[in-house]
């Protein structure tokens, strides 16, 4: 039993030590949190289907100290982008530039929505008409209405 | 029969663009770069004691070759080169050691001084080209990669064709091909030699 209370007495005690040797990783937490913030934002260029925050590729790795370097040289956000979309390209932001080349990226589904919708009104109008159309006989008529009082 | 016609065109017109998406490659990302001044930077060369910058090339077209010892799409691109260069069909290659030493997935560098990382990629460097040739008129060394970001390498080989006036002019990414030469660099060096 003593033997015990004093493991769980030691063990108490070297947590701290653990918690003390995971603080290098991250030095500052303020621009350890806007690093990941800008990063998450942009793609990375080897595992493309990744963000520059969550890649493990070495070269995403690279590019996350240079944002902290550009933080701590008091960049904005803005410049960061744009210092890598200098060397990247547009292709590295998650949310493209409106611009001309990508106009019709912005506005395809507002395309598609407008061509849809035109598509559904003639589509019903069309219907409408048909419908109006289908005028009955005397005798459908006289038909129907005993089928109704039938139900009554 | 007016009732096929428009989801038969809609059908073709998906198949089509479906048909150039396959064809189209994702990891080739436009570069920014073209029709921009080639990034300055100022590195150690293999050559001890030696360094280069970008602007000892000016006047002239130049090609820039980033490659590593630990790249397997340089290794079946350094022959084409070698040979090229052996011909005297090229125009002054220049190579660029990236990350030779810390790219190397088997090095830990954590240990190392900056100055034992240069030399160990020196030598590195060397060896490789002594023993696949050299199709380099000189060999700089990008030992931490910042050369690399500023050109927006992402994955060696690339290679960038730069202009009498710095100005970049084409950017091949991966491996150089026979047909990517013959078809786009030779050509579009004869032109801008003129």
């Not at chain 2, 010892?69 to 080169?81: Q, Y």
């Amino acid at each position: 039993m003593k033997a015990i209370a004093t493991l769980f007495v030691a063990l108490l005690l070297a947590t701290p030590v653990l918690a003390k040797e995971a603080a290098p990783l991250a030095q500052d937490p303020a621009v350890e949190q806007r690093m990941i913030n800008i990063t998450s934002e942009l793609r990375c260029l080897v595992c493309q289907n990744e963000s520059l925050a969550a890649s493990q590729a070495e070269l995403a790795g690279d590019l996350r100290n240079e944002v902290r370097d550009l933080i701590k040289q008091g960049k904005t956000d803005q410049q960061i982008k744009d210092y890598l979309v200098a060397r990247y390209g547009d292709f590295v932001l998650y949310r493209p530039p409106v611009k001309p080349t990508t106009w019709l990226l912005w506005g395809g589904p507002f395309l598609f929505l407008i061509v849809g919708v035109g598509a559904l009104i003639a589509f019903l109008r069309r219907r409408g008409r048909q419908v109006a159309e289908a005028t009955l006989t005397d005798e459908e008529k006289t038909r129907a209405e005993a089928l109704l009082k039938a139900d009554q | 029969m007016n009732r096929f016609i428009i989801p038969l065109i809609i059908f073709f017109v998906l198949v089509g663009f479906l048909a150039v998406g396959l064809r189209l490659d994702p990891r080739e990302v436009p570069s920014p770069l073209i029709g921009k001044p080639a990034p300055a930077f100022d590195v150690p060369q293999v050559d001890a004691g030696k360094t280069f910058s970008p602007k000892e090339m000016l006047g002239k077209v130049w090609l820039l070759n980033v490659w590593s010892s630990w790249c397997v799409s340089c290794r079946a691109e350094h022959p084409l080169l070698v040979a090229a260069a052996r011909q005297g069909s090229l125009p002054p290659v220049v190579g660029l050691s990236y990350k030779e030493v810390r790219g190397d997935s088997e090095i830990d560098v954590s240990g190392m001084t900056p100055e034992q990382e240069l030399r160990l990629a020196r030598s590195r460097a060397e060896a490789w080209l002594t023993q696949h040739g050299s199709p380099y008129v000189l060999t700089a060394l990008d030992v931490d990669g910042r050369v690399g970001i500023d050109y927006g390498v992402y994955g060696v080989p690339e290679t960038y064709l730069i202009d009498k006036a710095g100005i970049i002019r084409y950017k091949q990414i991966g491996p150089i091909t026979p047909e990517a030469l013959q078809q786009k660099i030779l050509p579009l060096v004869k032109e801008l030699e003129k």
